[in-house]
């Protein structure tokens, strides 16, 4: 019996490499104003014509996610700091009730790897989230502490041996496009780096309850800010 079928929707192959990117800059992944590889590479990656990824950047840079400078030292740069929260607070405005859901279906699978992870986490995967760790205390700024803590996650999400809750996390990041936290937030990102803390202690020690218990004060943390910026953004 067939069940659940769907009309499959086309998508141009530049549609493609455009959701690729705008999930890496959603995640955190890409910064602002960071250079993309060059256009070779790009392609090359996406197997995709040159022709083609020209005219995913064009989207990408009519949708306001990319500036594209001419000359020498020209390029596709990822647009700045203030423009991402824009986008980001737009996105939450028009429809408040889908970021409630993607933090819903985040920490309900994070809860889960958060589990798993601290029994199955090999000792390649502490190394990364180690590193993530170092990212985060070093960060200077509200992206790069995003940046960390996403590389944190998909760490996490590796560690469970799981590839669909690795994917589900993945994907939970990518849909949860926040703004930035401003300058003089150093007092959330504190705590934050403190919950961080002990969920890697936690993997570590393959423990298992405080595992869970750290990931649930940061979904904590998560919701409060979630709740804060949909306040604002109304």
Do not use: C
């Amino acid at each position: 019996m067939l069940w659940g079928l769907r009309q499959v929707e086309p998508q141009a192959a530049h549609g493609l490499a455009v959701d690729l990117l705008q999930r890496q800059i959603h995640s955190g992944l890409l910064l602002p104003a960071e250079r993309l590889p060059a256009e070779r590479q790009l392609s090359d990656r996406f197997g995709i014509s040159r022709v083609t990824l020209r005219e995913a950047l064009r989207v990408l840079e009519t949708n306001q996610y990319i500036t594209v400078r001419r000359g020498a030292q020209g390029g596709a740069f990822v647009t700045d700091e203030e423009r991402l929260s824009q986008l980001a607070r737009r996105r939450m405005t028009r429809a408040p009730a889908t970021t409630m859901r993607v933090v819903e279906f985040l920490t309900v699978n994070q809860l889960a790897a958060s589990r798993l992870a601290a029994v199955r986490r090999g000792t390649a995967d502490l190394k990364r989230m180690r590193q993530a760790m170092d990212m985060m205390t070093s960060a200077e700024n509200g992206p790069q502490r995003k940046q960390s803590e996403a590389l944190f996650l998909l760490a996490l999400g590796d560690a469970t041996q799981n590839p669909l809750l690795s994917r589900a996390i993945e994907d939970g990041l990518a849909e949860l496009f926040l703004p930035f936290e401003k300058t003089g937030a150093e007092g959330a990102a504190s705590t934050a780096l403190k919950s961080f803390e002990h969920l890697f202690q936690a993997l570590s020690s393959e423990d298992v309850a405080s595992s869970e218990a750290a990931m649930a004060d940061l979904h904590t943390q998560l919701w409060d800010t979630v709740r804060r910026f949909t306040r604002n953004a109304a």
